[in-house]
């Protein structure tokens, strides 16, 4: 756009406008500018002004015209059809795109060169520092996890800040945006703020070296009362209601709000926290908490709720915050627990109650953790029939509000998966290996600092077996589906495998990811990223390659024995039987939830006929339940999956 210079009868209405500028000289216009909407406006340095041709309709259907209403400008261009309106200090050294409107602002500017809280160091996990993620604009769960997590490869951690520093580099100006189709009103102090487009501020308190990486298919919303410093937040993401921020990520699709209070912290994609405190915790994605008595502090989290009163405590000796905890994928933590760091907690388990002895659960996932008498007794295995468990890993895909295209964090969904499944026969090996040295006839067991009962550990076994009967089962139709060949086309995914933050993938990957990394073949944060990205795409080609030697270990078999026919029936008998028993067992989990004992405050005023009706006005009838439809539906899909197979094996061989 070619901007030109005020003619003398401009600045003459201008001036009868009660407009005043430094030097007229160094303002410029639109060629087609009617500097009748410019008003009450003081300028200095250079100043850029577009056309205004647009009107805007507030809600409650009032209308305002585009233009500059009782503003000062230092520095500053103004798209066209912006409607700038009452600041009550200045805008100094912002470039505000078109389309944008900003009324009853206290100050918006940039004060030398800054790079919009890019190049932050957030303290997580051990709020003395050690493991400080350097936070910018593009960053995934998965590089947080790297530079958090592997300290003990210096190297690594050297180049994966120097990949951060060098994107915060690049965001250094001293000057600002605002992006176009921007709203900012009735908000106080603004300071080296990046603000894409379509974002939505509205009587923020304070908001000071930050960017809100908004974009048209989903914007950002900061809402009234809102302080924020040293902090990005990124796409679809909303921060309401008195939040208060200090050295924070917000990923996509988060919302903070209700007076939440967060420092140290990182944010990953589709968390939602309310009415608590978060100090120094990686918070990956899906971590959800509600309750005004919560704290998480020093912890790392992924696909959590956290119960009402939860509690951690990092204090255990004197030496100051150090110590650190984790609550595995998919953990959760009942109403007023608390855990005493260090400690890790396996995945997709329940906490209950107070545990001051440091439990590492981590060999025994699906467990329950409860205190009784003041001692950590552990359940395993027992969350595997649990419909809350279920019912999380069918929602947390449907909740996923990250538009389709530009999603970053990688996020795997599989409740069972190589990680799981692999934590599920350490387990399963743990529980025998309990009963061989404590007797099959103990009352009790101990691992760790937890006691087990004679029941549970009998219990725990049989879910292991049959959780790992129906993941292999699972992997192996799913190859017949493909293809007749069993033999995996690739070693790759064979041994150990991580949860990085969302991201599953095989140990080797990543390892050699790392040692590229460290090699320089890796040398930038583009490059990292698509190998990641290929890593999460390649999942179930690696899955297989595990599968299938774990089918050949825990069924004692050779490859030429796995590819028979009659093996093949037998698996896939096996797994029917496990998919239909354990969600025989789903169901009645879900019949509990419909027992005369949670009709109890149904029925008021009334008697038993009563409180049935009101229950089943409000909850509706058992057998007409979603879950308890989705149940019997997947029984009866799985059973005609197998006896599809089977019939089809059976064919082969006459």
């Known amino acids: 756009m070619e901007y030109r210079k005020l003619t003398a009868e401009e600045i003459g209405q201008l001036e009868q406008q009660g407009c005043t500028a430094e030097d007229w000289e160094l303002v410029s216009v639109h060629p087609e500018v009617n500097v009748k909407y410019i008003r009450a406006t003081r300028l200095s340095g250079q100043c850029r002004i577009g056309r205004f041709e647009k009107a ?88 947080a996890y790297m530079q958090a997590m592997y300290r003990h490869r210096p190297v690594l951690t050297q180049q994966l800040k120097h990949f951060a520093d060098k994107i915060a580099k690049s965001r250094v100006s001293d000057r600002g945006r605002i992006g176009h189709h921007s709203t900012i009103v009735d908000t106080g102090y603004i300071k080296n703020l990046y603000v894409g487009p ?27 009362g809102v302080i924020a410093e040293d902090f990005i937040v990124q ?14 990520y917000v990923g996509q699709s988060c919302t903070l709000g209700h007076s939440y209070s967060a420092s140290d912290s990182l944010f990953f994609c589709n968390c939602q926290e309310e009415n608590g405190e978060a100090c120094a915790i990686f918070a990956g994605p899906f971590t959800v908490t509600h309750h005004k008595s919560t704290l998480l502090i020093a912890g790392m989290f992924s696909f959590m709720n956290a119960g009402s009163g939860s509690n951690q405590s990092n204090h255990m000796y004197k030496l100051g915050p150090i110590h650190q905890g984790a609550l595995e994928r998919g953990a959760k933590t009942a109403s007023d627990s608390y855990i005493l760091w260090p400690a890790r907690i396996g995945a997709f388990s329940l906490v ?124 192996l139709i799913s190859r017949l589906e493909k293809t007749r060949q069993l033999r995996p086309e690739t070693s790759v995914g064979e041994g150990d495998w991580l949860d990085l933050s969302g991201l599953i993938a095989p140990h080797t990957v990543i390892t050699q990811l790392m040692n590229d990394i460290e090699a320089g073949t890796v040398n930038c944060y583009k490059e990292m990223n698509a190998r990641l990205r290929e890593t999460h795409r390649l999942y179930y080609d690696y899955e297989w390659a595990w599968a299938y030697r774990l089918t050949l270990r825990f069924y004692g078999l050779t490859e030429e024995q796995l590819a028979q026919h009659e093996t093949l029936v037998r698996i896939i008998r096996d797994w029917k039987a496990a998919v239909v028993g354990i969600d025989e067992m789903l169901y009645q989990d879900a019949r509990k939830e419909f027992s005369l004992t ?36 997947h029984i009866r899909v799985k059973s005609a999956l197998g006896d599809k197979w089977i019939a089809r094996l059976g064919e082969e061989q006459k």
């Open 598 to 633: 949670t009709k109890t405050g149904f029925g008021f005023d009334g008697n038993n006929s009563t409180a049935e009706a009101d229950f089943a006005e409000v909850r509706g009838q058992f057998q007409n339940n979603p879950f308890v439809t989705a149940v019997q539906e």
């Open 235 to 248: 796409d679809g993401s909303q921060i309401e209601d008195c939040t208060t921020l200090s050295r924070v």
């Open 56 to 143: 805007f309709t507030l809600a409650g259907g009032m209308h305002k015209h585009s233009g500059l209403f009782h503003v000062t400008l230092h520095n500053v261009t103004v798209g066209d059809d912006c409607c700038i309106e009452n600041i009550k200090n200045y805008i100094a050294n912002y470039d505000i795109e078109a389309d944008s409107f900003i009324e009853n602002v206290d100050i918006i500017l940039v004060d030398g060169e800054t790079s919009f809280g890019n190049g932050v160091e957030v303290s997580v996990l051990n709020e003395t520092g050690g493991r400080e993620v350097t936070i910018h604009d593009q960053m995934t769960a998965q590089e």
């Open 352 to 475: 209950m109650g107070r545990h001051s002895s440091n439990p590492d659960t981590s060999a025994l996932p699906f467990s329950y953790l409860i205190e009784k008498n003041g001692e950590t007794w552990l359940a395993p295995a027992v969350n595997l029939r649990s419909v809350g468990t279920i019912r999380d890993a069918q929602k947390w895909p449907k909740r996923d509000k990250r538009a389709p295209e530009g999603r970053l964090d990688l996020v795997n969904f599989n409740l069972l998966s190589p990680y799981t499944i692999d934590k599920m026969v350490r387990g399963l090996d743990v529980l025998l290996r309990l009963r061989e040295l404590s007797g099959a006839t103990s009352d009790t067991y101990t691992y760790q600092s937890a006691k087990i009962t004679h029941s549970s550990l009998e219990r725990g076994i049989k879910l292991y077996r049959m959780a790992i009967t129906k993941f292999l089962g699972n992997s």
């Open 198 to 224: 379509w974002s939505k501020i509205e009587g923020a308190g304070k908001l000071k070296n930050g960017s809100l990486m908004s974009r048209q298919e989903s914007p950002v919303h900061i809402g009234y």
